[in-house]
């Protein structure tokens, strides 16, 4: 016949299962959360890269603003110098010069403002570059990242199933009232219903156990459950496995 200490070794081993099926379950949990974080992620770097690309552009279509008044001030040295051949007031002569200076001064600080945007784009040109690898080998670790733990969803889904399945079927051979006290403790206590004996202290809570209990637990006669967090007592040491 089966005696109660049977029993709790079958209950004990069930609770292996448990265990394992609750550890899987909380990776379950954190998984979409660290792929949703890692999808962040990926818009974050492409963001930063986008802002690279806008500094790039801006730094271009400045160019193009100076060099569009660069013409516009080449324009007006022309047109002034071709007016001083038929200029005859003297002091409209004189103004006319003084614009093309003016003018000519415009020009040679455009000029070097100009030079000085060619260098930074060529310097922004090898920089863009750099960033867009940088933003590309990250995503596409990010990415593969993300495939890998959906792939470990996928599989623990499954595994969760088979498991949960198979566990059923191994409750079956327990005591129906034995298992039902068990699951009605485990509920809330990280789905672990059951404790051993460490020392004298209970697996469950670490808290040290009356030397009473301890005795009664191991004498297995009668359910034993421990004071502070009600587990079900079990001494297991004599147990194989
Ligand atoms: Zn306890």
Same mark, same amino acid.
């Given at each position: 016949m089966e005696t109660l200490k *049977?029993? !709790?070794?079958l209950l004990y081993k069930l609770q292996q299962k448990d265990i394992e099926i609750f550890e899987l /379950?909380? #990776? !379950? /949990?954190?998984?979409?959360? %660290? %792929?949703? /974080? #890692?999808e962040k992620q990926i818009t974050q770097v492409k963001d930063d890269f986008e802002i690279k690309k806008a500094e790039y552009v801006k730094l271009n279509s400045l160019k193009k603003e100076k060099e569009a008044l660069l013409a516009i001030k080449e324009a007006t040295i022309k047109k002034h110098t071709s007016d001083l051949n038929t200029i005859k007031a003297? &002091?409209?002569y004189k103004n006319c010069l003084l614009e093309i200076e003016k003018a000519k =001064? *415009? #020009?040679? =600080? !455009?000029? &070097?403002?100009?030079l000085q945007l060619m260098e930074d784009i060529d310097k922004e040109v090898i920089n863009l570059k750099k960033y867009e690898e940088d933003f590309k080998a990250k995503e596409t670790a990010l990415n593969k990242e993300i495939v890998e733990a959906k792939n470990i969803i996928e599989k623990a889904k499954e595994n969760m199933v088979l498991m949960q399945q198979e566990r059923d079927e191994f409750a079956k051979s327990i005591d129906k009232n034995v298992l039902s006290q068990y699951e009605r403790i485990r509920e809330g206590r990280d789905g672990q219903? !059951? =404790?051993?004996?460490?020392? &004298?202290?209970?697996s469950g809570c670490n808290m040290v156990l009356r030397p009473q209990l301890i005795v009664q637990a191991t004498k297995c006669k009668e359910l034993v459950y421990c004071d502070n967090c009600s587990r079900i007592l079990f001494n297991n040491k004599d147990v194989q496995e």
């Open positions: *049977d029993t !709790l070794n /379950k909380g #990776k !379950l /949990k954190i998984l979409p959360e %660290i %792929i949703v /974080k #890692k003297n &002091d409209m =001064a *415009d #020009k040679s =600080a !455009l000029e &070097d403002e100009i219903g !059951l =404790a051993t004996i460490e020392g &004298d202290s209970c």
